[in-house]
Structure formats: C-alpha cells, structure tokens
C-alpha cells in the first residue's frame, strides 16, 4: 500500500523543511488544552517528524502517524528515543487508502490534505477520512489559506470554496474559521469536521 513520494523524501534527505518547527502547532495545543477532544485512538496523516503526534501521546493519546516519506518517519522513530508513549509511526500512502487500525476518534493533519492540487484528490482525501473516522469522531486540519497578504513562499492557498467543494459531501464541517500559521504569518484555515448522520442535503432555492 506504500507508495514513495521522491521529492518529499527528497525535502527530508536535504533538510529544506520550513513546516518543521520542532515544536508543537500552537492551533492543535489550543484546541486540546481547551477540552475540545478527548484522548481517545489518533490518527495524524502527514506526521514528518512526529512533533505533534509525540506531544498528544503524551497527553495520553493513541497516536498513529503516518506519512508518505520513509526518511520522515525515521526520523520520527528516533524522536521517540524508546520512550513508552503510545505513539507509532508509518510509512503510508494515505490518499491511495486509509490504514486498516481505525476507526479513529480523533484525525490531525496540519497542511497535508492542502498539498493536492486536484479537486479529485482532496475529495478522495476527505473521503478516506470518513471512511476512517469512529462515530462522532473529529478531523481537524490547518490548511493553507487565499486569506491574507500576497507571498512567495509557504503553504499553499485553497479557498474557502475549494474546501467545503472536497469536504462537505463526505463530512460534516462542524467549524471553518480563518487562523494564522504562528511565525509563518501565513493565514490557514481552521476546519474541523465530523462524522455524518444523515447525507448532505442539496441547496435550495425559492419559487
């Protein structure tokens, strides 16, 4: 099921990783300190380096990441240090399938599902999602946002539309609201999502 993305290895092998801060994403601290999910089974798709994934398990999370770069998750295995977290990692491919050890009570992603340029693609990625999301599960993801001042550089920009477009007919969005990427200055949106239980209904209009 694993299929080798070269040139996001190749960003790992080279070291040009400006979306690794070393330190936990202040939006995902936020929202577990707020009480907002509870630790529960964890999925973190496009984990790197395992920052994030390793401070929810330490906050007694189950945590699962994964991602497509082998040279990421070994580097994640090594920040573990053999500490006795319940924490692991693995190389998966995530918009081919979700991994088989859901459902999931809880699913992170800080700007993975923004990265596919085509509308196929993120519908695929939002549907996988649902596909692994426990009953009354959540999905947070911090995606980069058209909000904001023009830039050369940082995360890609997706517009509210594109979002909601990928999103809305596998999930629920529960929140969509503009955030900032701390130290990045670069606007993302906050989108959170859960587990339908009943279909999207079709937009109306009056007569």
């Known amino acids: 099921m694993v299929m080798p993305h070269p040139s996001w290895n190749e960003s790992y092998a080279s070291g040009q990783l400006p979306w690794d801060t070393g330190q936990p994403e202040p939006l995902l601290v936020e929202f577990v300190t707020s009480g907002a999910v509870t630790p529960g089974l964890t999925l973190e798709i496009g984990v790197g380096t395992g920052t994030n994934a390793i401070w929810l398990a330490e906050r007694g999370f189950n945590v699962l990441g994964v ?3 082998p ?29 088989p050890d859901g459902p999931f009570q809880f699913v992170f992603d800080r700007g993975c599902f923004h990265v596919f340029d085509e509308p196929g693609e993120r519908q695929r990625f939002a549907a996988h999602v649902a596909a692994t999301l426990a009953p009354g599960g959540l999905w947070l993801s911090l995606i980069g946002s058209t909000e904001g001042l023009p830039r050369e550089v940082g995360p890609p920009r997706r517009s509210a ?20 990427f701390r130290g990045d200055n670069a606007k993302v ?10 279909p999207a209904q079709p937009s109306t209009r009056h007569s």
């Open 67 to 69: 991602d497509v770069a």
């Open 71 to 99: 040279l990421a998750v070994e580097r994640a295995h090594a920040k573990m240090k053999g500490r006795a977290l319940r924490c692991r990692f693995a190389e998966w491919d995530f918009l081919k399938a979700p991994p």
């Open 161 to 180: 539309r594109e979002v909601t477009l990928a999103i809305e007919p596998a999930l629920e969005i529960v929140e969509l609201r503009s955030a900032e």
């Open 189 to 198: 949106w906050f989108c959170l999502s859960r587990q339908r239980t009943i």
